[in-house]
């Protein structure tokens, strides 16, 4: 009875690199949520998605950052030509269904040397 | 957007004592949640209150919530020390979409 799976754990990047982030929900649920945690901060919402759609993106940055769930494998969160900002944890959540509970993953450290 | 604040961000408390941690939030909402997180880990659910007036507990804690005030409370009774945590509350949006989260509150439980 597999959870959230995330991976990388820990991603490091130089400035201007890609990184891609992988998110394999809990078997059955089919909405993800992607979430982003700054040092002593807590979670801010990215972007939602269901099967092959975004849904609700309003918390992701215009540029670099793009997000996808295609009807076959894991979730991915994209980020282009990295910056010392982007440092981060990234974390991913599913849902059997809208305004249920969150389930989370063990999230992916991105670090941006 | 909707806001949410919890307070205080930071408290060490003795083995023992009782305390309470709030969550205000600043738009209407009837789904409020309780994560735990220790250092460098994922979120753990503690708790989903669904309604006004709900009341939960599990061992030590205690989560309640009040609607109409905007208010969630998570008491703490006779802390231990491995209640030492981060402990965020987060309400979801009206459409479900998102769910806000608090700051959170540091806890430290000290002998």
């Known amino acids: 009875n597999a959870g959230v799976m995330q991976n990388p754990r820990h991603l490091v990047r130089r400035r201007g690199q890609e990184a891609r982030l992988r998110c394999s929900p809990v078997?059955?649920?089919?909405?993800v949520y992607w979430y982003r945690q700054l040092p002593e901060e807590g979670l801010k919402f990215m972007v939602y998605l269901q099967k092959e759609n975004i849904i609700d993106e309003s918390g992701m940055p215009k540029e670099r950052f793009s997000a996808e769930f295609p009807k076959e494998g894991p979730s991915i969160l994209r980020i282009q030509q990295v910056v010392r900002g982007d440092s981060a944890a990234y974390f991913c959540?599913?849902?059997?269904?809208?305004?249920?509970?969150?389930?989370f993953g063990p999230g992916t450290r991105l670090t941006v040397t | 957007e909707l806001k949410v604040e919890q307070n205080p961000l930071f408290l060490s408390m003795q083995e023992g004592k009782n305390y309470t941690i709030y969550c205000n939030y600043s738009?209407?909402?009837?789904?409020l949640y309780w994560y735990r997180q220790d250092p460098g880990k994922s979120l753990e659910s503690l708790f989903v209150l669904l309604s006004n007036g709900a009341v939960k507990q599990e061992g030590r804690l205690m989560a309640s919530l009040d609607t109409k005030a905007r208010l969630s409370t998570l008491h703490i009774t006779a802390a231990v020390h491995d209640l030492s945590a981060t402990y965020f509350c987060a309400v979801s949006s009206n459409t479900g979409n998102q769910f806000y989260f608090g700051t959170g509150t540091s806890l430290t439980v000290i002998p």
């Open positions: 738009t209407t909402s009837d789904r």
């Open positions: 078997k059955g649920h089919s909405h």
């Open positions: 959540a599913s849902s059997p269904s809208l305004s249920y509970e969150q389930y």
